[in-house]
Each structure stands twice: as C-alpha cells, then as structure tokens.
C-alpha cells in the first residue's frame, strides 16, 4: 500500500472537535455529542441505552430573515423538536446548526435542556479562541 509521501498527498489533521457528555435534566436522562465544525455546529441527544438518530434537522442564519431558515433532514415533519432547537441555537451561534435530537421530552423540560447543551458548547468550545459563546441574551 502506498504511503501519503509516495504519492505526493498531504493529510492534514481533523479539524472536527467533539465534546460528549451524559447528563440528567430533571427526569431526563440524555447522552449528548456536540460536534464542532469549521464553520457549523452538529448537536445529537438522546438515550443513554439507545443511540439512534430518528430525527436530524438543520437551520441557518440569513441576512434576509430574521428568522433562521430550517429543515427537517431526516425524520417525520410533525415532530419539530430537532427543527426548532436548530433554530434557536443557530440563531445564538450566528452559524449553521444541525440537531439530531431523540429522547421524550416534555415542554417544561425542553428550556432547562437548551440551556444545559448551551452550557456544554461554552464549556467545550470556549478554550478555542476562535470559536463563538452563545449568548445569554440571544
């Protein structure tokens, strides 16, 4: 097999950071990956037993909408659970964002999950200079 040198390809490093965590929300257990690309964000949650991607969504800011523009990737239109958090952490992070997001939920959890992923992609990604804050007041 031919070495990188032998055929005159550099390789370059990743320039992909991960961040996982497992978490408890009030009486959610989730395991979440963030991962943080050279210029968007991919958010996955869900079950500490049962890794499975049902729902993946996108979203991005534009400088026509004051709203993110989002879609639903994979997974059924009628949940909007990964769309709507896509939105908002896109909107935060001034970057396109993709949230894969498939555990139960209810909506007075929903607020204190956000803002626990918000909290991990600060403590994760902070240490990078170049790499943004979500803002509280977004």
Known sequence: M?????????LLPCSFKFHNFLTEVGEVKMSCQIIKMRDSFYVWVGNYNNNVMNHLSLALVSNYEKVPISTTLLGSVADSTSTNMAKRLAKKLGMPVYVSFNIEADNLSMPAIEK???????????????????????
């Open 2 to 10: 031919a070495s990188s040198e032998d055929n005159g390809v550099e």
């Open 116 to 138: 626990k992923l918000q909290q991990e992609i600060n403590i994760g990604f902070v240490a990078l200079a170049d790499e943004p804050r979500i803002l509280e007041s977004a």
